[in-house]
């Protein structure tokens, strides 16, 4: 009976630690996915800005923000105008992701993640979430949100383990039911 809980026990600890650590990584894989939202919008509105000079140099626009120019552009060249439209906007979209992650306490930011990755619908986000994720190099900060991650982290691990025990010792019990059911 004794190698039986012990057994439980490590069981109980080979779920629970690992599901920790899994948790402690999501405050910063959210961090990562912030800085890359923000590196790639910077990098996005350095490619708009050498854009829009070089059209104000070519087309001779004289308008100074972007909605101006566009108007312009667009009628002197449509397909030119509309790329750079779904730049600008694709550009609006990553930073005011970026923006919406870090407006939140440092707790809420995955699920402000999650929540910004789902309402997706041109896949601009999810690309730097790809990249994010691929990068990304697992390590153990102790600041608040990973504690507090990881403790869940450990609850829901454990949970899970007694689940899986609790389970085995119902079918375990049953057998044994059935088994003096039918010497009798």
């Not at 939202?37 to 996005?44: D, G, K, N, P, V």
């Not at 809420?108 to 309402?119: E, I, S, T, Y």
């Not at 730097?128 to 990973?146: F, H, K, M, Q």
């Amino acid at each position: 009976m004794r190698i039986t809980r012990y057994l439980s026990s490590g069981f109980l600890l080979a779920l629970a630690v690992p599901a920790c650590v899994l948790a402690m990584q999501l405050p910063a894989l959210t961090a990562d996915y912030e800085t890359g939202l923000i590196q790639s919008a910077r990098e996005l509105r350095a490619s708009v800005d050498r854009h829009e000079r070089a059209v104000r140099a070519q087309y001779a626009i004289d308008a100074q923000d972007d909605g101006g120019l566009i108007a312009t552009l667009q009628k002197v060249e449509p397909a030119h105008a509309k790329a750079l439209g779904d730049d600008i906007l694709t550009w609006q979209r990553l930073s005011g992701a970026a923006d919406r992650i870090a407006s939140v306490s440092p707790l809420l930011q995955p699920f402000a993640a999650m929540v910004d990755l789902a309402d997706d619908p041109n896949g601009d986000r999810r690309e730097v979430w790809r990249t994010s994720r691929d990068r990304y190099e697992i390590r153990l900060t102790l600041d608040a949100a990973a504690i507090s991650y990881g403790f869940a982290g450990f609850l829901v691990g454990a949970l899970v383990a007694q689940t899986v025990l609790g389970c085995g010792g119902l079918i375990r019990r049953a057998r044994r039911r059935r088994l003096r059911a039918r010497r009798t």
